[in-house]
């Protein structure tokens, strides 16, 4: 059961200044309550429809549609998966295409959505769940469409934008999940033709109710996966004498780096390494020729987790070497630790305050999950919070991943107007 704000101790958010106050002004959020329904009709749409990684086809399509709708040029990244929108100045030069000089841009924000699902089967018993295999069951769906209200909101407000020579670059990133779209962006342009001066953004919680915004810093840890594949030489298992086993060496892999962990890293340190494949053979009565590990390692020290990743290769080359099986690594995913910036926090939680007033805020934003918006907060300066957003006609509230997770369409307007909210106070204090 979600606990009560009351039971939580929040505090107030820092006020905004005079200026953010004034852009912000105090009728986002009902306006934003004007197309509710309209914001709920396309979580639906796009949560039923969920898709993976950096191909994101349908979904793309989707935000596209959406942003001609509401007449905001865009430019696509990384395969046409990735939406990036303009809104101020910088869409008056874009003529269409959403690219524009950094001077014709005058301030640019970004703010970013992720819209990548899980290769999970939905549960959840939604009468829009998704029946292709895979589930928005992270809320990515929510984060996407609170952007698009966001977008219709900053649309209404585009002179006022124009005026104060600002711009709001929108971003609808693919693979969030696999850690591949915020790089995959990047290498393709993202941070610029306009290059944002900051950026934000948010995460909903399906555990937490509406209107509890956490935040701190570092945020989430840094994660490195890894593949290890261990070349052995299969055949009978009559005969070992003969063979060379990959499986019996990946299991003092396996010891090896949790012994890694527990005798080289400081009790205060907060790490964890697993490996959560172990793959190896097709019949009991034969040695394979290959045992394959797949894990992560994650930290919030990058000279620590540089470290590690050293000692893994050197903890499986030397095991490997003992057990005859020459060891490969490749890696899976290398995001660093979520930094975030405390000037850029400590204003963003001032205009989410402006505009949500009855929200309680807590510095407790600090876990051991990972998350490629890490890649843009250490080019720029950046704010992330999470948002709750659980439902409230059930005492059972399932973790983000779980395949009956649920999220509340009624955080979608509170969303779209603290992405706007945001944007505003940010640009109102950087003219």
Not at 39 to 50: F, I, S, V
Not at 120 to 139: D, I, Q
């Amino acid at each position: 059961m979600a606990p009560a704000l009351s039971d939580l101790q929040p505090q107030s958010a820092p006020k905004a200044t005079a200026a953010a106050q004034a852009a912000i002004g105090d009728s986002l959020v009902k306006e934003a309550q004007t197309f509710a329904d309209e914001l709920a009709a396309w979580r639906h749409d796009l949560h039923r429809t969920p898709e993976l990684g950096n191909d994101l086809p349908q979904t793309s399509a989707y935000i596209q549609a959406r942003l001609a709708e509401m007449d905001i040029p865009f430019a696509t990244l990384v395969d046409g998966s990735c939406v990036v929108g303009l809104v101020g100045a910088g869409a008056t030069a874009a003529q269409g295409n959403g690219v524009c000089t950094d001077e014709q841009a005058g301030t640019v924000i970004m703010l970013r959505g992720d819209m990548d699902a899980l290769p999970v089967a939905e549960e959840s018993g939604e009468p829009f769940a998704s029946t292709n295999g895979c589930m928005h069951a992270c809320g990515h769906d929510m984060h996407a469409t609170a952007l698009l209200g966001a977008a219709r909101l900053l649309k209404a407000r585009e002179a006022e934008l124009v005026d104060a020579n600002a711009t709001v670059k929108l971003l609808f990133q693919p693979g969030e999940e696999t850690f591949e779209g915020a790089r995959a962006a990047i290498a393709d342009g993202l941070l610029e033709n306009p290059r944002p001066q900051a950026a934000f953004a948010m995460h909903v919680n399906s555990q937490s109710p509406l209107g509890l915004v956490l935040y701190g810093s570092p945020a989430l840890s840094g994660v490195y996966g890894f593949r290890i594949t261990l070349q052995g030489k299969g055949g009978h298992g009559s005969s070992p004498e003969i063979c060379i086993d990959p499986i019996t060496a990946g299991v003092h892999v396996h010891l090896a780096l949790q012994e890694l962990i527990a005798r080289e890293v400081p009790a205060a340190k907060e790490v964890a390494l697993t490996v959560g494949k172990f793959a190896g053979g097709q019949a009991a009565n034969v040695i394979p020729d290959t045992c394959v590990l797949e894990g992560t390692l994650r930290g919030f020290d990058v000279e620590l987790m540089a470290h590690l990743k050293t000692r893994i290769a050197e903890v499986v080359n030397g095991v490997a070497t003992t057990y005859r099986t020459p060891a490969t690594i490749e890696t899976l995913s290398d995001v660093p630790p979520l930094v975030l910036d405390s000037d850029m926090t400590q204003a963003s939680l001032g205009y989410v305050g402006a505009v949500l007033p009855k929200s309680a805020f807590l510095p407790l934003f600090h876990a051991m999950a990972s998350e490629d918006f890490a890649l843009i907060s250490s080019e720029i300066p950046s704010a992330y919070f999470t948002v709750g957003a659980a439902v409230t006609d059930t005492d059972e509230h399932f973790a983000q991943h779980h395949p009956k997770a649920r999220f509340n369409d009624a955080e979608l307007p509170l969303g779209a107007a603290a992405y706007t909210a945001v944007a505003l106070g940010y640009i109102a204090d950087h003219r």
